[in-house]
């Protein structure tokens, strides 16, 4: 008896000890829980959020898709939904879209008639039409994320929804959804699942800010900018259907703002991006929206031990809460932050079109390096067709630039930024709608670029070309500063010897045979002691 009291005493001592310990540990938990940041709905709070987390300078490299029922007619550009609608284009300046100076796409003229010829009037046969006949058969995310990664993206993923207002998720909010109508899969779900299992960072892209139909009063601006879809009596852009009017954004101002808040937070809550990202126009959102949006990623990101990322254009977002997109373009000059540019695999349309020239994974590439230089992140567009296939013309580049990277990516995942980006002899073109520079500039072996390593021990030095062989190269700024000593130059990808002498600040460098070199960039390596 006493044995078995005795035994009853310490197994009530050691409960109280274990329930002491078990609260003062959900106490600390609670507490931890409680030392993660919380951020208001307003830019004020939002700006303490870290816009430039390591990850994301270190990632250099994402990939996105541009992808919808507008791929079904693959006729001109994902613009096709719009100028469906419209007969005469002139007096509302066709959408002349001037991607490179290999040429200019009207993504406008003619659609109106060619939609006619071959699918109909479009009082008969609407946008809408077309989900049932996007089908995506041959879609298969594994494959995809695959080749994504090969091609050496470190995030990814699709447009979450285009202009046009169809959702790429399983949504409930929005009735026009990929689960539910068209290919009957959740696209954005099954891509995220196959990145989160290689760890590969995720983002969502949003472009549906003008979807509202604004114009439905004014019959002079039926056709204007205003609005994606131009409303017409005729057509189903004035709708008032109970499931037509919300694709079409026929609805009251008030309620689409909550439609647009509500569909971007299921993304958050459903699918937990780390960035989501946001196409022009999302000015045309109340600012306490925006800021309602931006909270609401930033806490559920920071719930998740994420450190979330918001992309904008233009002014949509204050600099300091989010991180600025340059479309087509890159930066003339270093920054003193991390930026970034989404550009096109493609030459002529950001979606799969019948005939789509592609640009080389040289002029890719020359073009990202340049970007590398300058703190910049580059966000690339893929183009698959509507049934889900991604055609060999874009494979060939994408697994170039994956090959080109496997060899030289030491140079360019998790590096930072030189004393200079660089310098060279090739004329810098204008950028997309004159912001920056064009993002298809043309680079040789005499253009100069730079990166280095975290630590500062070793600068790469990017030639932007091939240079000629067994030649002496004399470089400038190599030297981080006057004390640095040089202990070793080699060139990545190649066990050969490099000469080179350093006299004062001026370096030089012998190259060695073209075998050893790389058409589309040579990089050499200067380790400093």
Same mark, same amino acid.
């Given at each position: 008896?006493?044995?078995? /009291?005795?035994?009853?005493?310490?197994?009530?001592?050691?409960?109280?000890?274990?329930?002491?310990y078990?609260?003062?540990t959900?106490?600390?938990?609670?507490?931890?829980?409680?030392e993660?940041?919380?951020?208001?709905?307003?830019?004020?709070?939002?700006?303490?959020?870290?816009?430039q987390?390591?990850?994301f300078? @270190? %990632?250099k490299?994402?990939?996105?898709?541009?992808w919808?029922?507008?791929?079904?007619?693959?006729?001109?550009?994902?613009?096709?939904?719009r100028?469906?609608?419209?007969k005469?284009?002139?007096?509302?300046? +066709?959408?002349?879209?001037?991607?490179?100076?290999?040429?200019?796409?009207?993504?406008?003229t003619?659609?109106?008639e060619y939609h006619?010829?071959?699918?109909?009037?479009?009082? =008969?046969?609407?946008?809408?039409?077309?989900?049932?006949?996007f089908?995506?058969?041959?879609f @298969? $995310?594994?494959?995809?994320?695959?080749?994504? =990664? /090969?091609?050496?993206?470190?995030?990814?993923?699709?447009?979450?929804?285009h202009?046009?207002?169809f959702?790429?998720?399983?949504?409930?909010?929005?009735?026009?959804?990929?689960?539910d109508?068209?290919p009957?899969?959740?696209?954005? &779900?099954?891509?995220?699942?196959?990145?989160?299992?290689?760890?590969?960072k995720?983002? $969502?892209?949003?472009?549906?800010?003008?979807?509202?139909q604004?114009?439905?009063?004014?019959?002079?601006?039926?056709?204007?900018?205003?609005?994606h879809?131009?409303y017409?009596?005729?057509?189903? *852009?004035?709708? *008032?259907?109970?499931?037509?009017?919300?694709?079409?954004?026929n609805?009251? %101002?008030?309620?689409?703002?909550?439609?647009?808040?509500?569909?971007?937070?299921?993304?958050?809550?459903?699918?937990?991006?780390?960035?989501?990202?946001?196409?022009?126009?999302?000015?045309?959102?109340?600012?306490?929206?925006?800021?309602?949006?931006?909270?609401?990623?930033?806490? /559920?990101?920071?719930e998740?031990?994420?450190?979330?990322?918001?992309?904008?254009?233009?002014?949509?977002?204050?600099?300091?809460?989010?991180?600025?997109?340059?479309?087509?373009?890159?930066r003339? #000059?270093?920054?003193?932050?991390?930026?970034?540019?989404? !550009?096109?695999?493609?030459?002529?349309?950001?979606?799969?079109?019948?005939?789509?020239?592609?640009?080389?994974?040289?002029?890719?590439?020359?073009?990202?390096?340049?970007?590398?230089?300058?703190?910049?992140?580059v966000?690339?567009?893929?183009?698959?067709?509507?049934? &889900?296939?991604?055609?060999?013309?874009?494979?060939?580049?994408?697994?170039?630039?994956?090959?080109?990277?496997?060899?030289?990516?030491?140079?360019?995942? &998790?590096?930072?930024t030189? *004393?200079?980006?660089?310098?060279?002899?090739s004329?810098i073109? #204008?950028?997309?709608?004159?912001?920056?520079?064009? $993002?298809?500039? =043309?680079f040789?072996a005499?253009d100069?670029?730079?990166t280095?390593?975290k630590?500062?021990?070793?600068?790469?030095?990017?030639?932007?070309?091939?240079?000629?062989?067994?030649?002496?190269?004399?470089?400038? #700024?190599?030297? +981080?500063?006057?004390?640095?000593?040089?202990?070793?130059?080699?060139?990545?990808?190649?066990? !050969? $010897?490099?000469?080179?002498?350093?006299?004062?600040?001026?370096? /030089?460098?012998?190259?060695?045979e073209?075998?050893e070199?790389?058409?589309i960039?040579?990089?050499?390596?200067v #380790?400093? =002691?």
């Amino acid at each position: 008896m006493i044995k078995l /009291k005795l035994n009853r005493a310490m197994f009530m001592s050691l409960f109280l000890c274990a329930a002491i310990y078990s609260c003062k540990t959900n106490d600390k938990n609670s507490s931890l829980e409680e030392e993660k940041p919380r951020f208001e709905a307003n830019w004020e709070s939002l700006a303490k959020i870290n816009n430039q987390p390591e990850w994301f300078e @270190d %990632a250099k490299l994402g990939i996105y898709f541009c992808w919808g029922p507008y791929t079904v007619p693959a006729y001109k550009s994902e613009w096709y939904p719009r100028w469906m609608y419209i007969k005469d284009t002139e007096g509302w300046s +066709p959408d002349v879209y001037a991607f490179n100076k290999y040429g200019s796409q009207d993504r406008a003229t003619g659609i109106y008639e060619y939609h006619k010829e071959n699918f109909g009037d479009p009082s =008969e046969f609407g946008y809408h039409d077309f989900i049932p006949m996007f089908k995506a058969e041959k879609f @298969d $995310a594994a494959e995809w994320v695959d080749l994504f =990664e /090969k091609a050496g993206a470190k995030f990814l993923g699709p447009v979450a929804q285009h202009h046009d207002g169809f959702a790429m998720w399983d949504s409930e909010v929005n009735m026009w959804n990929s689960m539910d109508k068209g290919p009957k899969k959740d696209i954005l &779900g099954d891509i995220f699942k196959e990145a989160k299992k290689r760890d590969i960072k995720t983002l $969502a892209t949003f472009h549906h800010a003008k979807n509202l139909q604004l114009n439905a009063g004014n019959p002079k601006e039926w056709g204007g900018w205003d609005s994606h879809f131009p409303y017409h009596p005729d057509y189903a *852009t004035s709708s *008032t259907d109970a499931e037509l009017k919300y694709l079409y954004g026929n609805i009251p %101002a008030e309620e689409f703002y909550d439609y647009w808040l509500d569909q971007v937070n299921e993304v958050v809550d459903k699918y937990g991006p780390d960035i989501v990202w946001f196409d022009v126009w999302l000015d045309r959102i109340p600012e306490k929206y925006r800021q309602e949006m931006v909270a609401h990623h930033f806490n /559920k990101g920071i719930e998740r031990d994420q450190e979330p990322i918001v992309v904008y254009k233009q002014q949509d977002i204050p600099s300091n809460v989010g991180i600025l997109d340059m479309e087509q373009a890159g930066r003339t #000059e270093m920054s003193q932050v991390a930026w970034m540019t989404d !550009v096109t695999i493609s030459l002529l349309s950001w979606s799969h079109i019948k005939d789509q020239p592609y640009k080389t994974a040289d002029l890719l590439l020359r073009n990202m390096i340049d970007v590398w230089s300058k703190k910049g992140v580059v966000l690339l567009n893929v183009s698959p067709a509507a049934d &889900g296939s991604i055609n060999q013309q874009q494979r060939d580049v994408l697994n170039e630039m994956g090959e080109w990277l496997d060899t030289y990516g030491e140079a360019v995942y &998790g590096t930072r930024t030189h *004393t200079i980006h660089g310098y060279g002899i090739s004329e810098i073109e #204008e950028g997309f709608e004159g912001i920056g520079q064009s $993002a298809t500039q =043309e680079f040789n072996a005499n253009d100069i670029r730079f990166t280095r390593s975290k630590d500062a021990k070793s600068l790469y030095v990017f030639m932007l070309g091939m240079p000629e062989a067994n030649t002496t190269i004399e470089l400038e #700024e190599i030297l +981080p500063n006057v004390t640095n000593k040089i202990k070793n130059v080699s060139l990545i990808g190649s066990d !050969v $010897a490099i000469e080179w002498e350093l006299n004062g600040v001026h370096f /030089k460098l012998k190259t060695p045979e073209e075998k050893e070199m790389n058409k589309i960039a040579t990089v050499f390596k200067v #380790e400093f =002691e």
